[in-house]
């Protein structure tokens, strides 16, 4: 049943991602995007990861909506009416795209996993999150707290980088 | 071999190389942002399949996923922000008609 669910939602996954670049409507493109990233929760729900599922799909959630809202900021033609294709050196990127889809299978396909496994029964949601904690704030405590570090000075940057510059110049400098 | 860490390595391969293909095809820095949020999934998914089916006892593996997620979360907020500026400035977020940021 697990192996079912997890073919399906990675089928699923992987159309809708495919269906991102298959459209010219952006507002299409965030959709798709959405509905993979949606699926890919439901994937790590079928691997018993049951708060990463569930965070992914309200992360994901968000973040395209916001995505959808800067489609219609920033384009012309938010719904492809138009068919603008906006798209380039297609035939060198389905190459490269193709190229490292055999690549990874390959390693996926040729690696003896079964001597790296140490452990193959997942712990129950509660004991998972119990267990998580224990490890965010114990032993990876130095990694989550740069983490944090590093969503701040993201947020900083960000709004360095979007605020608008006061205009100089004028009758001022003259 | 364990056919479900098979099948979740393959969805992750397939995500990766439409996310490459998505990165380098792409015009418009937005959709250019979502090929890089697909290799990011990509990522997402073998990191989750490694820690369930090989080390589902170590919850190192979960934090990593945390990890991947805020970088996805961080890369949208910079993203963005260049968008912003990008389109302040120039009227369009177009990368084609950003050569002059080539070194």
């Known amino acids: 049943m697990q192996t079912f669910f997890i073919g399906f939602f990675g089928l699923a996954a992987v159309v809708f991602a495919v269906g991102v670049f298959r459209t010219s409507s952006m507002m299409r493109s965030a959709l798709a995007l959405l509905f993979s990233q949606t699926a890919l929760g439901a994937l790590f729900l079928a691997m018993q990861a049951e708060f990463l599922g569930v965070l992914q799909i309200m992360m994901m959630a968000t973040e395209m909506s916001i995505m959808a809202i800067f489609m219609v900021m920033f384009m012309m033609d938010p719904g492809g009416l138009g068919g603008m294709d906006m798209s380039h050196q297609k035939r060198l990127s389905l190459l490269a795209g193709l190229g490292g ?9 040729y690696t003896q996993w079964e001597g790296l496994a140490s452990a193959t029964e997942a712990a129950a949601a509660d004991e998972q999150i119990r267990q998580l904690g224990r ?3 114990g032993r990876s405590m130095l990694v989550f707290e740069t983490a944090g570090i590093t969503i701040l000075t993201a947020m900083i940057a960000a709004t360095a980088v979007a605020v608008k510059v006061p205009e100089q110049g004028g009758s001022h400098e003259s | 071999m364990n056919p479900e860490l098979l ?8 995500l ?4 490459l ?75 084609e008609e950003a050569r002059e940021l080539k070194g």
Do not use: C, D, K, P
Request: glycine share 10%.
């Open chain 1, 135 to 137: 490890e965010l704030l």
């Open chain 1, 101 to 109: 889809v055999v690549l990874v299978t390959g390693i996926a396909a």
């Open chain 2, 16 to 19: 990766f190389g439409v996310g």
């Open chain 2, 21 to 95: 293909y998505g990165v380098l095809s792409q015009t418009n820095l937005v959709m250019l942002m979502m090929g890089i949020e697909l290799i990011l999934a990509g990522a997402l998914v073998n990191l989750v399949a490694f820690w369930r089916f090989l080390h589902a006892e170590s919850y190192a593996g979960q934090m990593f996923v945390l990890i991947v997620m805020t970088v996805m979360a961080l890369e949208m907020a910079v993203g963005f922000a260049v968008a912003t500026a990008r389109f302040r400035t120039r009227g369009s977020v177009e990368m």
């Open chain 2, 7 to 14: 099948l979740a390595l393959l969805t992750g391969a397939a």
